[in-house]
């Protein structure tokens, strides 16, 4: 194991996936010479040249309309949204036509694309770039939806998305990318639809996701102090979604919190309450709660933003609520 910052194991996997497919292919707003907003792709440019890193204009609708016209033709593009708020620009080339080419044309054709798009608060960025909205797209048939937390997750997850003959969001937290953790010597590849349990526990689950599994820790580690054990469910992947794993948790705790930063409201949060309130609900000895943002715009003011994004004190407040 060796320790790697969060924003270099994916620049590792963009790298390693270059190097072994020369049809992968990168597409984004000052991804080249400068190395990417937030430093991902420094030094793809000098490895690999202009003609597989390559610059756009400031249009998302441009990056992901051609991103998907090369998928269709064989390449194997991963596109740049600089923060995911900006998706709204191209949702027509991701919604209508990445989403739908493979079953409208009767199976004849893939579309292996990923997108990677930056999300989440705390950077004082205001409404218009901290919006978390995974939601959106892991509604949509056709896409696949992953979020990793840690280093070796973002490293094993892009490489699968960019190996899959599907269109993936990639979706990343701008508050991980300087966060470290181990990196195995050799990373492998993670498939799709498969949580990790990043800590075990007998009293209650949570489920959770992206920069939020650090806040669940936090929170259960408080929980110890107070006799209650929990348990502590990293999903990773959105669209599909580990069913069997967080039922089979549930069936250990009977109590299920889930938590995430995005707004509560119509969330990921909310699919998984009512599924394992529908396949789960012999398995519950008490409501299953949802913690997440409130239903309104990240406030730009750091005091503001700091009391509307959900935390460990909020997090412990709920796993409280569930085991009285």
């Known amino acids: 194991m060796e320790q790697m910052r969060f924003g270099q194991a994916i620049g590792k996997a963009l790298a390693d996936a270059m190097q072994a497919d020369p049809t992968v ?21 000098q490895t690999f040249g202009a003609a597989r890193v390559l610059d756009f204009p400031i249009s998302e609708a441009a990056i992901v309309g051609t991103a998907v016209g090369a998928a269709l033709s064989g390449y194997r593009p991963v596109a740049e949204i600089m923060f995911m708020d900006f998706c709204t620009l191209a949702m027509d080339a991701i919604v209508n036509q990445a989403a739908k080419a493979h079953f409208m044309f009767g199976g004849q054709t893939s579309v ?23 939601a959106w797209f892991a509604h949509v048939p056709g896409l696949h939806v992953v979020c990793p937390a840690t280093p070796a997750d973002a490293y094993g997850l892009l490489r699968t998305a960019i190996d899959s003959p599907n269109p993936v969001l990639y979706i990343e937290n701008k508050a991980l990318y300087a966060r470290k953790g181990d990196m195995p010597e050799m990373p492998a590849a993670i498939p799709f639809g498969q949580a990790r349990i990043a800590r075990a526990g007998r009293d209650v689950t949570v489920v959770t996701y992206g920069a939020a599994l650090y806040q669940a820790e936090a929170a259960a580690q408080q929980a110890a102090t ?59 000895d008490a409501p299953i709660v949802r913690v997440g943002a409130p239903f309104m715009p990240t406030p730009y003011s750091p005091d503001l933003e700091h009391a509307y994004l959900p935390n460990a004190a909020r997090l412990l407040a709920a796993i409280e609520r569930v085991m009285l």
């Open 25 to 45: 292919i990168l597409f984004g707003e000052d991804i080249g010479e400068a190395g990417g907003p937030f430093g991902v792709t420094r030094g793809l440019y």
């Open 226 to 284: 107070l006799g209650i054990d929990v348990e502590v469910i990293d999903l990773r992947s959105l669209q599909p979604w580990d069913e069997a794993s967080v039922l089979a948790s549930l069936s250990r705790t009977h109590r299920l919190v889930i938590f995430h930063e995005a707004v509560e409201a119509f969330g990921v949060g909310a699919e998984i309450a009512a599924r394992m309130a529908d396949v789960g609900f012999d398995e519950l």
């Open 112 to 134: 292996p694309l990923v997108v990677r798009a930056p999300h989440g608060g705390g950077l004082n960025a205001g409404a218009q770039h901290s919006q978390c909205l995974e």
